[in-house]
């Protein structure tokens, strides 16, 4: 009985825990989705979209953000690209093939620009999720107040400048009072436009998914192959089970049951 008991509270223990866990993410969520996320939709198979997104991000964002985990010679073999075109398209700031994505800038330089060292995005898909760099970069509204002209609605304060200005265009945020408790917040409501950009906003949509397309696949380079060795291991159970059902029955045949 006593043991019972003893079993009960590890239980109830146990349950609390992942009760909490589960409460907690949900907090955090909560308090860091200041507008619902839309689904990125990448797919890290479609090859023509990582090799756009990796021109993408050599072309928009290696300035400032290194991508220390990832060899540009894994890239082009991942990618299907020869030395040639890797040395043409993305070699912008690397002097060999083996070498991992450097950022140009120099770190005094970022803090004393940005107040901050931007991040390396080679784990940032898997921190904060793919869908959150897919909404955060499409999130950038006109801000006067802000130093860089703009802020973001995932990242209030954040010092990021809207690199993809050119493209996008600016846009406006538009926030709806709703009173509580604890005063008057502001809730984000949508986006409106400003200044048009050089692409639609679908173009834009493409281009922000191949980029995080190209993201998700440098946070696990390896996921290209696993699916591909997943099918291959698939494949051998199937073929050893058959084998093996007909050992048992060989072997047991003579058997009187
Ligand atoms: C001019 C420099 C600069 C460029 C170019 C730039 N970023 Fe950033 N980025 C920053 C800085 C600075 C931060 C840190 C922001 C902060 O913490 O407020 C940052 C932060 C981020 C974050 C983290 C956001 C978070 O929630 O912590 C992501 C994701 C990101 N950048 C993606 C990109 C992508 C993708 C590109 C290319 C399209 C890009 N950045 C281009 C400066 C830059």
Redesign the pocket.
């Known amino acids: 009985m006593l043991r019972r008991t003893a079993m009960y509270k590890w239980l109830g223990l146990s349950l609390g825990f992942i009760v909490a866990l589960g409460g907690g993410s949900a907090a955090i969520a909560a308090g860091g989705a200041a507008m619902p996320l839309e689904h990125a939709d990448n797919d890290v198979s479609n090859t023509a979209s990582l090799q756009r997104g990796a021109r993408?991000?050599m072309n928009?964002?290696s300035?400032?953000?290194s991508a220390k985990y990832v060899r540009f010679n894994t890239i082009a073999a991942d990618l299907g690209l020869s030395e040639d075109q890797l040395i043409d398209n993305l070699m912008f700031n690397a002097e060999r093939p083996h070498d991992t994505i450097e950022r140009t800038?120099r770190d005094e330089d970022?803090i004393r620009?940005?107040g901050?060292?931007?991040?390396d995005?080679s784990l940032?898909p898997r921190s904060?999720g793919i869908d959150?760099?897919y909404n955060?970069?499409q999130a950038f509204y006109v801000d006067p107040d802000s130093p860089t002209g703009v802020d973001n609605v995932?990242?209030a304060?954040?010092?990021?400048?809207h690199?993809?200005w050119e493209l996008q265009g600016y846009q406006r945020a538009i926030f709806t009072p709703k009173e509580s408790a604890s005063g008057t917040e502001y809730e984000f409501d949508s986006f409106e436009p400003v200044t048009a950009g050089t692409m639609s906003a679908v173009e834009f949509d493409g281009f922000v998914r191949d980029?995080?397309n190209f993201?998700d696949y440098i946070s696990e380079p390896v996921q290209l192959k696993r699916r591909v060795l997943g099918v291959w291991v698939l494949m051998f159970l199937t073929v050893f089970l058959i084998i093996a059902m007909m050992l048992k029955k060989q072997i047991w045949k003579d058997v009187p049951s």
């Open positions: 993408n991000f928009y964002c300035g400032c953000h800038m970022a620009w940005f901050t060292s931007p991040p995005l940032i904060r959150y760099v955060f970069l995932l990242l304060g954040t010092s990021m400048p690199v993809l980029t995080v993201l």
